[in-house]
């Protein structure tokens, strides 16, 4: 049987990140006069930190000052997770039962390396990731599929032998133009605005390396 891979988002898939980000994004739009609110947030979610700040700003800034802003939140974001960190119900369990499994394991991740490498390090699993590309790695952010294209290339397994667990509609959008399979955790999005993935679950505690072997061969 040929080798199977699971690609992990990382903010809300490993790590329960979302107030981290939040509150760096407000500390950061509040240093420039600006609000910034949870529907923007959630506007925003799975797009890389230079993508979200271009959205709003790009024709206000030069590239230089929105690579500046980008950093700044990136930091405030480290700050706080440092503070707090969250790993994902069932995330470590699900990581260890997919190696033990035989699965190949990889990140795909909007954020910056400095970002993720913190995440892998707090969940004390970063040798069980043959792949890690980060928002760093691609010129083109979730929707579009060039992170997880790059993780499948790195890890040597071809797309359709792929699944990808994210919490985004942008993620999932990404894995399926990408031609893998998209499993969807609810949580920062719910179950109708993710509904065009192969498969949604509550919690990460619902999938095992049998049900997604299952879902990947459909």
């Known amino acids: 049987m040929s080798t199977l891979a699971i690609i992990f988002d990382m903010d809300g898939v490993l790590v329960d990140s979302y107030e981290a980000h939040f509150a760096s994004w407000s500390r950061m739009y509040g240093e420039l006069g600006l609000d910034y609110t949870e529907q923007d947030f959630a506007a925003d979610f799975g797009r890389t930190s230079r993508d979200i700040i271009r959205r709003r700003l790009g024709d206000q800034l030069s590239d230089v000052q929105i690579s500046e802003l980008d950093a700044r939140k990136e930091a405030f974001f480290r700050d706080s997770l440092r503070e707090h960190f969250t790993t994902m119900e069932g995330a470590i369990e699900l990581i260890d039962a997919l190696s033990a499994d035989g699965f190949l394991l990889g990140v795909g991740s909007s954020g910056p390396p400095e970002n993720v490498g913190l995440c892998l390090e707090k969940l004390g699993r970063r040798e069980k990731f043959a792949a890690v590309v980060t928002g760093e790695d691609v010129r083109r952010g979730k929707p579009d599929p060039q992170v997880f294209q790059m993780v499948s290339d790195r890890l040597g397994v071809a797309p359709e032998r792929c699944a990808v667990i994210e919490d985004a509609v942008h993620g999932i959008e990404a894995a399926q ?42």
Do not use: C, F, H, Y
């Open 177 to 218: 133009r990408a031609g893998m399979k998209g499993i969807a955790l609810v949580g920062t999005a719910n179950r109708e605005q993710l509904s065009k993935a192969d498969l949604i679950v509550e919690s990460l505690r619902d999938l095992s390396p049998r049900s997604v072997r299952a879902l990947i061969s459909s």
